[in-house]
C-alpha cells in the first residue's frame, strides 16, 4: 500500500475556480514530486521539492503553484485552468532528490487526484 | 539523447503461462532501472528495481527482472502470469550521473492483458 496520500480523490473544476490538491508522506523524505498523467501515457514531471525548497519546475504554466509547508506536505495550487489540464495528478517522494547512489532511491506514488476542468 | 523503449504496446497472455515484459534503453552513463505498474484508475506502484549487484532482480507479486548491459535492456518477467496481472506496466532509467539524474525517464507503457 501507498504511504504517500493525496486529497481530494476526484476534482471538478470550472475554469475561473481556484482549488488545490494536497499530498502528505510519512516516510521521513526529502525529495517530493508533482506530475501530471494523461490516460495511457508515463507521467510528466512538474515540479521537485528538495528539503522544502523548490528545487525543479519543468516549465509550467503558472497556472499552476505549488507549496511545501513543510517536509511531508506538498500542495498544488490551482488557478483558472483550461480544460486540457484535466488529467490524474500524481504526488510522489523519495529519500533525496538523486545524484550519484542517491539516483537509486526509489520514487514512491499516491493514488493520485483526477482532475476535470470544465 | 536518453530514452526508454518499450516494443509492445500490448502484451496478451493466457493466464498460467509465463509472461514477459520488454525494456530497452539508451543512456549515456550507468543507468538505474525500475518497473512501475498501474493498475485502472489508480497511481503507480513500484515492483523492482536494478542497481548494482545480480543481474535478476526480484520484485513484487512475483516479478522479476533481468539487466542485462550487453543488449541495454531490463526485461520483466513472472513465471506464471495471473488475471490479476492485467495492468499498465511502465519501465524507466535514471543517469546515475547525468544532469537531470533526479528525473526518471519513461518508456510508453505496456498494456498487459491475461486471459483466463
Known amino acids: 500500500d501507498t504511504e504517500v496520500t493525496q486529497t481530494p480523490k476526484h476534482l471538478v473544476m470550472g475554469m475561473t475556480n481556484k482549488k488545490s490538491l494536497k499530498c502528505e508522506q510519512h516516510?521521513?523524505?526529502?525529495?517530493m514530486y508533482w506530475y501530471k498523467q494523461k490516460a495511457k501515457k508515463p507521467p510528466e514531471l512538474m515540479f521537485v521539492y528538495s528539503y522544502e525548497k523548490l528545487s525543479i519546475n519543468e516549465s509550467v504554466p503558472s497556472r499552476f503553484s505549488p507549496e511545501c509547508p513543510n517536509s511531508s506536505l506538498l500542495n498544488l495550487h490551482l488557478h483558472a485552468l483550461q480544460p486540457e489540464d484535466s488529467a490524474l495528478y500524481l504526488c510522489?517522494?523519495?529519500?533525496?532528490?538523486?545524484?550519484?547512489?542517491?539516483?537509486?532511491?526509489?520514487?514512491?506514488f499516491g493514488e493520485g487526484s483526477w482532475l476535470t476542468v470544465v | 539523447a536518453q530514452s526508454v523503449a518499450q516494443p509492445e504496446d500490448q502484451v496478451n497472455v493466457a493466464e498460467g503461462n509465463p509472461l514477459t515484459v520488454k525494456c530497452t534503453y539508451s543512456?549515456?552513463?550507468?543507468?538505474?532501472l525500475f518497473w512501475y505498474v498501474q493498475y485502472p484508475n489508480r497511481g503507480l506502484q513500484f515492483l523492482l528495481k536494478?542497481?548494482?549487484?545480480d543481474n535478476l532482480v526480484k520484485g513484487s507479486y512475483g516479478f522479476e527482472a533481468e539487466f542485462n548491459k550487453s543488449q541495454t535492456s531490463f526485461h520483466l518477467k513472472k513465471p506464471s502470469a495471473l488475471v490479476s496481472d492485467s495492468a499498465l506496466y511502465f519501465c524507466?532509467?535514471?543517469?546515475?550521473?547525468?544532469?537531470?539524474?533526479?528525473?526518471?525517464?519513461w518508456g510508453a507503457g505496456t498494456k498487459l492483458i491475461i486471459k483466463p
Open positions: 536494478y542497481i548494482t549487484g
Open positions: 543512456v549515456s552513463g550507468n543507468p538505474y
Open positions: 524507466a532509467v535514471r543517469d546515475v550521473y547525468g544532469d537531470s539524474n533526479y528525473q526518471l525517464i
Open positions: 516516510m521521513g523524505h526529502r525529495a
Open positions: 510522489a517522494s523519495s529519500q533525496d532528490l538523486g545524484g550519484g547512489y542517491s539516483s537509486g532511491n526509489t520514487i514512491y
